[in-house]
């Protein structure tokens, strides 16, 4: 079976399979800079589909245009971290050189500039994507130099920079799990030498938890997954890096791809799987060829293929789909879809993916620290491993620093560090606000710098969970611009489907945007609160549930702040109310 | 031979078959959970409203995308749980641009007997006003984009004979709408195109032609709903009338059309109790244009579209020491906010100069300094002053408005009938 067509379902050879709309979609985009209305109907035809089922597939993923662009398409990043490093600036300079306003398309089709959120070079901003390729650390003259080197007909292969990987610290005494020197098959040969019941029994005891955030037991899903009696079965790695702030996947897939893919495969043989697919986020594009090199050299090794790593009936292929730029598909479930040719809606939970995930048969989903961490542990033994960390949260963590430091990076730290330790290590200047785990996570005031960073007391809060990254921002920061930073990107990129999140962060925009004004009062502070809560009990998935955790612990952490911005003369007259704006439009007409 | 189990919903205990769904098991058994997506035989439930929110093992989350298992114990009428539900219906009328008064299904619209059902007379979120298409290209079809909740129904359900889809999502995040495929749309029967009508829980797919089945005016919801009267539970002792102090009360009409204040004309004989009662002052009904003096009620019909409409709201704001908003101008915006997705400029210019029935020659958008100024948009009461009360309808039920009235004014407890509450 061609790799291209893992996971479609034998039988049904008659339409294509949809899983490979992405693919087909990206094929025109690539060649024509846009997807036509002809491209839409030839691929309606071919995939059986109606028109407007293609049309809401293109439409969701904002790297897909339904007019032309042009030859040169830069995706500026207007993160939160971007904003503090100049965006600005770099994009009038962007205008300035490609004579463009941002969203436009200049007459001769030679350039097109858009905004993305985070692209994953936060240790390296601002940065940008042209074609794909990245360019990082951005100041004015630099751009204009590439502009001008694109103009004169050098291509953005040849003067693309190459992200640095930024690893900053690793745990001392030989205590990294994920960057020792890996050795390749040798994962795979420790697991089949103790068999599929000893990996997850390892795993049990060194309590390996989802490194996406969610912390869910890898065992746990791993087992429930081998348990079900439907085949064939799924092995997905999230490469869906999306969370604002992270990019550890990105230098885990540069550096330790080999550990990724023997993850995978450990958890192939012991969940029983035929097929892994890895879904790369289209942010990395440019990190595709190094996963495919590493495929490529596991084949012709024997390690993937029929009868892998020299285990009888034991075939395992791994397939790369890219994405197409939707931050919820970092959602599992949503990333399930995707993978089907699909919108990136969040599934109800009406089945778990280790029941019924992809094409409906059983689904291990992990990260890709996950898969590492997997992969690692497996190679080291559980012994080893839980000699690093702290009791109840063995091992290390990858974070990602980025913002108001010397030194942003990778930090692989040992569970139990408190964040004053980390804050040293990366020179953090005049920290004030800390964004924890991205804009969906939570944030911490210097109040808190003595607390851990570890997996334990999840509940009680008392100890930091960490998905994997540490923006850090100092007191020169708005914070209310920040946190409607984050707003606007989760106002554009909730997936749509359910209420509280699609109307919710609009509605939540507007009240910070009042707030901002300085026409808010103590009640509006009231009401957001409210609000938000509303929002995470009603959300369809994490989105919208974790989409106002951060300004919520904000109103609360750094109440002074907001205090500082409220209207007090409030007395039931909103005399903040600006007429003259309001009348505006009207006086044009004076004559 | 199926499962029973024993299942718990507001510490009630139910016997019910294993594996059906929470929301039907509840309904057979009199506990009403407001939905508006969930369709009993889409499977899976589509869960994109989020109207169904109960606490499910302590857990919040929405009840039509739960199976009854047994140990089930669920939470649904808490005081929380009702605010929240509450708020999401809200959230549906900010979001979209929902007028009742001109929408053809007013009276048979799911939402607003959702909106009905949980008691909703304002939302507590402003509106967004966003600019949304009307969609008369299809054949058979109108889609009101306006109106649409995205509850997904027919997206799942509509199928041509051949299996494609009619009804797609397009874009996402805050720009996500329900787009129709022309091609597939005009292959569909008529009596599919009803039925597609007819799944719709608003008025956002309309089919041309004929076609509203029943009259205006007959409003299915009033027969069916769970709720007969709001307050019921109060005894009603009526006072006496000399048990009542008179008090004053002003009106204002900003921008509205005095339906309001015609609908107040309608409590019939009890005007004589009224006039008792009741002295106005400022109010078009007495035409005082000034304030002699603080009132205990302001009653403002309408929103503010010019300068002058705030400044006579704050003026009411300062005189008197309840103020209600009245009607659905007043509460939101109401009909003319139906200019609030569109720039100014436009309106004036569609509406003085580019106009088909404009004199020739006169072409000038009026501007005088004795004309209020005209704002931006059509702006809610309460996002200019703080309003105390509510009362929607287009215009209110007089009943309503005279039982609301003497509740404010003399604590007379009141229970507003299902069939008084409205929005149109």
Redesign the interface.
Same mark, same amino acid.
């Given at each position: 079976m061609a790799v291209s067509n893992i996971g479609s379902r034998p039988g049904k050879a008659k339409t294509e399979f949809r899983g490979n709309l992405l693919d087909e979609l990206w094929k025109r985009q690539d060649v024509s800079g846009f997807i036509s209305d002809a491209d839409i109907s030839t691929l309606a035809q071919r995939f059986n589909?109606?028109?407007?089922?293609v049309?809401?597939v293109v439409?969701?993923y904002h790297f897909f245009h339904r007019k032309p662009t042009a030859r040169f398409v830069i995706y500026l990043n207007n993160s939160i971290i971007s904003e503090t490093k100049g965006f600005v600036r770099i994009r009038e300079a962007f205008e300035r050189e490609t004579g463009i306003m941002t969203g436009q398309v200049d007459r001769t089709g030679t350039f097109a500039l858009f905004l993305t959120p985070c692209i994953g070079l936060s240790d390296q901003e601002p940065a940008a994507l042209i074609n794909f390729f990245p360019f990082t650390n951005l100041n004015a003259i630099r751009v204009k130099d590439i502009i001008t080197a694109l103009r004169n007909g050098a291509s953005p292969a040849s003067i693309c920079d190459m992200p640095e990987n930024n690893i900053r610290y690793m745990a001392p005494d030989d205590k990294s799990v994920f960057f020792r020197k890996f050795i390749t098959g040798s994962a795979m040969a420790r697991a089949k030498e103790i068999g599929a019941a000893a990996v997850i029994e390892t795993l049990k005891q060194t309590q390996l938890a989802g490194r996406g955030g969610a912390n869910f037991p890898t065992w746990k899903k791993w087992q429930s997954a081998m348990l079900q009696p439907a085949a064939p079965k799924y092995v997905i790695c999230n490469a869906d890096e999306g969370e604002p702030g992270t990019f550890k996947d990105r230098v885990l897939i540069c550096t330790q791809a080999a550990s990724l893919i023997e993850g995978m495969m450990i958890c192939g043989y012991t969940v029983g799987a035929q097929y892994g697919i890895i879904y790369l986020r289209a942010e990395y594009r440019w990190l595709k060829h190094i996963l495919e090199d590493v495929i490529k050299e596991y084949k012709e090794k024997g390690l993937l293929g029929k009868d892998c790593a020299g285990i009888n009936g034991f075939d395992f292929e791994i397939r790369i789909q890219v994405g197409a730029g939707?931050y919820?598909c970092g959602e599992e479930t949503a990333l399930l879809e995707s993978l089907e040719g699909k919108?990136g809606?969040p599934?109800?939970?009406?089945?778990f993916p280790v029941e019924r995930g992809y094409m409906q048969l059983p689904t291990v989903i992990n990260n890709v620290e996950t898969f590492c961490a997997a992969a690692r542990i497996i190679e080291m033994g559980a012994a080893a491993y839980l000699k690093i960390g702290i009791p109840g949260s063995p091992g290390t963590k990858l974070i990602s620093v980025s913002g108001d430091c010397k030194r942003p990076g990778i930090y692989e730290i040992e569970w139990g560090m408190t964040v004053a330790e980390l804050l040293e290590l990366c020179e953090a200047e005049d920290p004030y606000y800390i964004q924890v785990s991205g804009p969906s996570g939570e944030c911490i005031s210097m109040k808190e710098k003595y607390r851990r960073i570890s997996m334990l007391d999840l509940l009680s809060r008392k100890d930091i969970r960490c998905g994997g990254s540490f923006m850090i921002f100092n007191r020169q920061r708005d914070l209310v611009k920040i946190l409607l930073n984050f707003s606007e990107f989760f106002?554009?990129?909730?997936?749509?489907?359910?209420?509280?999140c699609?109307?919710?962060?609009?509605?939540i925009q507007?009240?910070l945007e009042r707030l901002d004004n300085g026409l808010a009062n103590e009640k509006d502070l009231e009401?957001i609160r409210s609000?938000g809560a509303?929002m995470?009990?009603?959300?369809?998935c994490g989105l919208g549930k974790t989409s106002t955790s951060s300004l919520i612990l904000a109103i609360e952490k750094f109440h002074d702040y907001f205090e500082a911005k409220l209207d007090k003369e409030f007395n039931?007259?909103?005399l903040k109310?600006d007429?003259e704006?309001?009348?505006?439009?009207?006086?044009?007409?004076?004559? | 031979m199926s499962k029973f189990v024993e299942i718990k919903i507001d510490g009630k205990v139910i016997r019910a078959e294993e594996g059906r769904n929470l929301v039907t098991v509840a309904k057979e058994n009199g506990i009403f959970i407001p939905s508006l997506c969930y369709y009993e035989h889409i499977e899976?439930?589509?869960?994109?409203?989020?109207?169904c929110?109960c606490r499910i093992n302590g857990k919040?989350?929405?009840a039509c995308?739960e199976r009854v298992m047994e140990g089930m114990d669920v939470e649904v009428n808490t005081e929380t749980l009702k605010d #929240?539900r509450k708020? *999401?219906v809200e959230?549906?009328f900010?979001?979209g641009n929902h007028i009742c008064p001109a929408c053809e299904k007013s009276g048979n619209c799911d939402l607003q007997h959702m909106g009905y059902e949980l008691g909703i007379s304002s939302t507590?979120?402003?509106h967004?006003f966003k600019d949304r298409l009307i969609d008369f290209k299809p054949t058979r079809m109108v889609m009101e984009h306006n109106r649409c909740?995205?509850c997904?129904r027919c997206v799942v359900e509509v199928k041509?004979a051949d299996g494609?889809?009619?009804?797609?999502?397009?874009?996402?995040?805050?720009? #996500?709408y329900v787009? *129709?495929?022309y091609?597939?749309e005009a292959r569909l029967s008529e009596e599919q195109a009803l039925q597609a009508m007819q799944l719709c829980p608003t008025g956002a797919i309309i089919v041309k032609s004929d076609i509203m089945p029943k009259p205006f005016g007959d409003r299915k919801f009033d027969l069916q709903s769970e709720q007969k009267d709001y307050n019921s539970n109060e005894s009603i002792v009526r006072k006496r009338i000399s048990e009542m102090g008179k008090k004053k009360i002003a009106t204002i009409s900003l921008a509205g059309c005095f339906g309001c204040h015609m609908s107040l004309l309608d409590i019939d004989t009890e005007l004589l109790d009224m006039v008792e009662l009741v002295t106005f002052d400022k109010s078009p009904l007495t035409d005082i244009k000034r304030f002699s003096t603080r009132c205990h009620l302001g009653i403002i019909e309408g929103g503010c579209c010019n300068?002058e409409n705030?400044e006579t709201l704050?003026l009411f704001?300062?005189h008197c020491d309840i103020l209600v908003a009245l009607g659905e101008c007043a509460v939101w915006g109401g009909l003319p906010t139906m200019r609030n997705t569109i720039?100014?400029?436009e309106c004036?210019e569609e509406a003085y100069l580019n106009s088909v029935t404009n004199e020739p020659g006169n072409h000038?958008?009026?501007?005088h300094e004795d004309l209020p100024?005209?704002?931006?948009?059509v702006?809610a009461c309460n996002?200019?002053?703080?309003i105390d009360y509510y009362i929607p309808g287009c215009p209110p039920d007089a009943n309503h408005i005279w039982k609301a009235v003497k509740n404010l004014l003399w604590g007379e407890a009141y229970s507003i009938l299902y069939s008084e509450f409205k929005y149109d």
């Open positions: 589909l109606a028109d407007i089922e049309e809401g439409s969701f939707s919820v919108r809606e599934r109800t939970k009406w089945f106002k554009k990129e909730s997936c749509g489907v359910c209420t509280p699609r109307a919710g962060s609009f509605i507007r009240k009401e609000w509303i995470r009990d009603t959300s369809r039931g007259l909103n109310f007429m704006a309001a009348t505006k439009d009207y006086e044009k007409y004076k004559t | 899976p439930p589509l869960g994109t409203c989020r109207v929110t919040a989350g929405p995308t #929240t708020a *999401i959230m549906m900010a979001e507590r979120f402003q967004l909740i995205k997904m041509t494609k889809s009619v009804f797609n999502y397009l874009n996402r995040g805050n720009e #996500t787009g *129709i495929d091609q597939q300068a705030i704050r704001r300062e720039p100014l400029s004036l000038i958008v009026p501007y100024k005209l704002l931006d948009r702006y996002e200019i002053v703080k």
